[in-house]
């Protein structure tokens, strides 16, 4: 599937507001090429030679509702630094993620989130869990995995799973009061 800025869906269209349904297992060939396509969206992205040539914009996650297809099924690629400050890169293809386990502390991104679907800015803090233990199918690996995330991966795991739901990262900011303090919060 041809994935690029104008075939993904923004927040304009209700589709994108869509439950996502569970995506049987093993894959058809399909629902693989169409996450095999999703994640070549995202590492394509980042380049940007490839991003200006394919009309792409940066991207660390996507799921399939962004491209209209109501399955539970997200690639995501984050360059992010382990606890000695060393650089590391998360990649996966899950298939059916699910969030078993997430912190009471609380965690958000100073310069808040943006995504693909969303073209208009929506300023101030997406609070979410710290960290979270997500279990699902992942295709990079061809193996049932278990992430155990904190920090900026976290975030942006949680960001891509509330796309299932039908839910925008802007819908957790305080209408009131967006810049709202979060006592004891993990900013990132």
């Given at each position: ?35 095999r396509d999703m994640y070549q969206y995202v590492v394509d ?144």
């Amino acid at each position: 599937m041809l994935i690029n800025n104008d075939t993904i869906i923004k927040d304009t269209d209700e589709r994108i507001r869509q439950i996502s349904e569970d995506v049987p297992l093993p894959l058809s060939k399909e629902d693989e090429q169409l996450l095999r396509d999703m994640y070549q969206y995202v590492v394509d992205s980042t380049d940007e030679e490839k991003a200006e040539k394919l009309n792409l914009r940066p991207a660390v996650g996507i799921s399939a509702i962004q491209v209209g297809v109501p399955k539970k099924m997200t690639a995501i690629v984050v360059d992010d630094q382990d606890k000695n400050g060393n650089p590391i890169r998360w990649e996966f293809m899950l298939v059916n993620p699910k969030i078993v386990s997430s912190s009471v502390q609380k965690a958000y991104l100073s310069s808040g989130e943006g995504c693909l679907s969303v073209v208009n800015e929506h300023e101030g803090y997406v609070v979410r869990s710290a960290r979270v233990k997500v279990r699902a199918y992942d295709l990079l690996t061809d193996q049932n995995i278990e992430i155990r995330a904190q920090g900026y991966l976290a975030i942006v795991l949680q960001h891509e799973l509330d796309h299932f739901k039908g839910t925008l990262f802007y819908d957790h900011i305080d209408a009131k009061n967006p810049f709202k303090e979060v006592p004891g919060a993990m900013e990132i």
